[in-house]
């Protein structure tokens, strides 16, 4: 293993153990001598990484926390969630979006399109998020009580949804409400030519990684394509792809809240 390893391994070690570690203890979890972990020690400690408490005990200080909350703080939310957005629609081909739940309403924040392969499927970020049509607003509307949901379906025509949207939208808040009960059955939402023609999308829901797991979502994560391409077998290989980057979505949400919320 290589010298600048080691120093890695051991912040690592000592991450995982926040109440500290002996040096016998590091040395042994480390695979390294006595000898050398004293010394990787001592420069850790001379930078101000690490500490000893008044059992000998080595601990990380807050140096590396504080550092990643400033590169969060300086970064901005969209540097720091763009580059998960950018490797979904690397590995799927298709279009990706994160929208951020604004009160009683969605909002596009988002978006990334790396797709060079023919017919591609891009859409404005100011583009209204229409509740009932869109897989990013019924995956939303799956999670909260019935009631709220009706109270934001009610500010919609939805009789005449079509003359706004795909052929295939629902018209009846009977059927709207049959697709909220598969949704939260399911935890994703696929809609087919239902916001407009030709296109194909599925979302999930994003939550705060910090909050208890029954609260509200942060926001949605969807990926949008043609539909000719958005095969059953397709739309189960981006739906994993899908999930995973919302977890890593929610990772980074909440460390961004963390920080701006000081």
Known sequence: ?????????????????????????????????????????????????????????????????????????????????????DDLAIETGEHVRLAEVAEDHLTWVLQ????????????????????????AGKVWLSTMRDERAMRILSAWDIENTRDYAGPNARVSIRDIFDDIALIRGEGHAVVREEGEVGVCVVAVAVFDASRPANTAPVGTLSIAGPIARMREETLDAHLASLKRSAIKVGEHWALWNSVSEE
């Open 1 to 85: 293993m290589s010298h600048i390893g080691r120093y890695f391994n051991t912040l690592e070690l000592l991450l995982a153990h926040p109440g500290g570690l002996s040096l016998s203890e590091i040395s042994e979890q480390t695979q390294v001598a006595m000898a050398t972990a004293h010394r990787i020690l001592s420069a850790l400690r001379e930078r101000g990484y690490v500490c000893q408490d008044e059992q000998d005990h080595y601990r990380l200080t807050l140096k590396i926390p504080s550092m990643g909350m400033s590169f969060i703080n300086e970064t901005g939310f969209a540097r720091i969630m763009q580059p998960l957005l």
């Open 112 to 135: 990334a399109t790396k797709n060079t392969r023919g017919l591609q499927y891009r859409r404005a970020l100011d583009e209204k998020i229409i509740p009932h049509t869109t897989a």
